[in-house]
């Protein structure tokens, strides 16, 4: 069973920046996918990036510009650096990982994601 375990969030102020972390403790399989989600109260989960076993990537349009996901194979943990935050940023953030590879790259609500981390909260203030 993969297990996801994120750390970094805390309380900004709007323009500031935060680096998400992920540790795995393993990879679910040679060809994967890993991504960050949010979910702030009251709202639907939203994706935010996600890269491959391949290196490709992505993210969501909501925070096109202003955040960056890596992977640092050899400490299987994966960054979400995010810039320019906004009170609308708000949100606990999750980590998850699914098996063979991110497919269509579309995950309505997280559906399709096989294993989470429990979150990490991010606070904005204006």
């Known amino acids: 069973q993969v297990q996801l375990v994120e750390s970094g969030g805390g309380s900004v102020e709007a323009g500031g920046s935060l680096n998400l972390s992920c540790v795995a403790s393993e990879y679910p399989t040679s060809s994967y996918c890993m991504g960050w989600f949010r979910q702030a109260p009251g709202t639907e989960r939203e994706w935010v990036a996600a890269l491959d076993s391949n290196g490709r990537s992505s993210h969501g349009y909501s925070v096109k510009g202003r955040v960056t996901i890596s992977l640092d194979n050899a400490k299987k943990t994966l960054y979400l650096q995010m810039n320019s935050l906004k009170p609308e940023d708000s949100a606990m953030y999750y980590c998850?990982?699914?098996?063979?590879?991110?497919?269509?790259?579309?995950?309505?609500?997280?559906?399709?994601?096989?294993?989470w981390g429990k979150g990490t909260l991010v606070t904005i203030s204006s």
């Open positions: 998850a990982a699914k098996r063979n590879g991110c497919g269509s790259w579309y995950w309505p609500g997280g559906d399709g994601m096989e294993y």
